[in-house]
């Protein structure tokens, strides 16, 4: 990586197909004359056909807003030159059969491919491996032909491919033999998404991730840190204070972010983060996925007395009832230790005494690691013995062999991809995956079956790490490499 190329020409596209290119969305161009594999030129958005592109009848749904808005921004004086290619492949297309297959894996329509093929005798269908320039270059706007000479010599390097290699290769050969888009569905959620991601950060953030599963995009745009983590930063320096009342708050906080809730309206057995039990109600309860009564004591300089325990069973019995109270896990957050009184009654009463260092730490991973923290894995953590001031180390436990998974499943991800790197393949058999993951330093050894099983998880729609191939048996499935998963350490 890190050629150095000069280019002093510029290949003029339609403005949104220079877009579909940039953004992933297809490696393929439709030049006006052949191109000889390796030649490298800039990409010059030019106004080709306005009265055709402006319509819906060259370009496919999920591409049609992005093409609009290209097509909007063009200056009649200026043009921006945002990225330049390699052209890796140039193919004669004249088949009329093969035109709606070339659709699915492009974004013009079938019925556009066929005028054009009228039009012509052949389509040229280009392979562009596409780089972004570190800053954009203008210039005046150039009279239409197929190159444009650049102001200009313009030297670049390749350190800024818009795919990776790997994913490159992937894309052109389903290309090359016209095979079908795998998710066809979430390319039409993905489009449906792009209207809410300049207004709403979730949809954006959702989108970026639907482009990185499908192929467009190789990296997701830098996010912000999740804006919770600065109260959550607070749990344990409140804790360990005199105000009570504001980590009471903060705790109600941190099991609603855990994934808690509570539809009780009666503030004295609540979770609403802008109220308190206050005076004869609980400190907190939780309704779902399963009951959670407790009460907290902040400061970190006075030992807790038996009474918080026979507080929050008075209080429970009072509120909930025996046998809502039997059936809830009982915790107990309090930075002071516990007389030896109180710590038998809260090992006798299976209480959970949880220090906000602890808290703080959980609800930390679950917000840089949102998918990490299952609340049903967590409960038998939580229903089992130790009980009393020993409960705080199994919790830590608990957070220690959801970060130990978390590692597994990074090095796994970060196997494929340097494999992929390595061999330059599109994809990796799980055989030889398997055998390499026994000689690489691992975070622990896996079985077969359970390390098939990882994978399947990591290249699910919904984590889109990896991407799988199925293959005759669960030896031969095939996996290739999407996205990074990185760890907060």
């Not at 002093?8 to 000889?36: C, H, K, S, W, Y």
């Not at 492949?89 to 329509?109: D, I, Y």
Request: proline letters at 7%; hydrophobic letters at 40%.
């Amino acid at each position: 990586m890190n050629q150095s190329i000069l280019l002093q020409t510029a290949l003029a596209l339609p403005v949104p197909d220079i877009e579909a290119l940039i953004q992933g969305q297809m490696i393929a161009a439709m030049p006006r004359m052949f191109l000889n594999p390796g030649r490298t030129f800039a990409l010059y958005p030019a106004n080709f056909s306005v009265d055709l592109l402006s319509g819906d009848g060259y370009y496919r749904s999920h591409f049609l807003p992005v093409a609009q808005k290209a097509l909007a921004q063009l200056n009649a004086e200026k043009v921006l030159i945002k990225a330049w290619a390699r052209c890796e492949l140039c193919q004669m297309v004249n088949e009329p059969e093969s035109l709606e297959a070339l659709s699915r894996l492009t974004v013009w329509k079938t019925e556009a491919l066929q005028q054009i093929l009228q039009q012509r005798p052949f389509i040229f269908l280009a392979y562009l491996r596409v780089y972004l320039l570190p800053q954009p270059l203008e210039m005046p706007v150039h009279p239409s032909g197929n190159f444009v000479s650049l102001p200009k010599s313009l030297t670049v390097t390749d350190s800024t491919p818009v795919l990776s290699e790997s994913i490159f290769a992937k894309r052109s050969h389903k290309l090359e033999k016209l095979e079908p888009p795998e998710h066809p569905e979430l390319e039409e959620l993905q489009s449906a998404l792009v209207h809410l991601s300049t207004t709403n950060p979730k949809a954006k953030q959702l989108e970026a991730e639907i482009k990185m599963f499908l192929g467009w995009s190789e990296k997701l745009p830098t996010t912000q840190p999740d804006p919770d983590l600065a109260w959550i930063s607070a749990i344990a320096q409140i804790g360990n204070s005199s105000d009570g009342n504001t980590f009471e708050k903060l705790v109600r906080k941190s099991l609603l972010k855990l994934g808690f809730a509570n539809s009780n309206t009666n503030p004295k057995a609540s979770l609403n983060p802008e109220s308190t039990g206050g005076a004869g109600g609980l400190d907190f309860y939780c309704e779902t996925p399963y009951p959670v009564a407790g009460e907290c004591k902040a400061s970190k300089h006075e030992s807790v007395p038996n009474s918080v325990t026979a507080q929050l069973i008075h209080l429970g019995l009072t509120h909930l009832g025996q046998d809502k109270f039997d059936r809830s896990v009982k915790i107990i957050l309090a930075a002071g230790p516990l007389t030896n009184p109180a710590n038998q009654a809260a090992i006798g009463s299976k209480m959970n005494v949880i220090r906000p260092e602890t808290l703080q730490r959980l609800v930390e991973l679950k917000a840089k690691q949102p998918g990490s923290i299952d609340l049903l894995q967590l409960k038998p953590c939580l229903e089992q013995k130790p009980f009393g001031e020993e409960a705080d180390a199994k919790v830590n436990r608990y957070i220690d062999e959801v970060r130990e998974k978390l590692k597994v499943r990074s090095h796994i991800v970060q196997l494929v991809k340097d494999f992929l790197e390595r061999t330059k393949s599109t994809s990796v058999e799980f055989n030889q995956l398997h055998g390499a993951y026994a000689f690489s330093m691992s975070p622990q050894p896996l079985k077969y079956e359970e390390m098939h099983q990882i994978l399947i998880e990591l290249s699910s729609p919904l984590t889109g790490y990896l991407g799988r191939i199925k293959g005759e048996d669960l030896g031969r499935d095939r996996f290739y490499f999407l996205r990074d998963l990185s760890l907060d350490d």
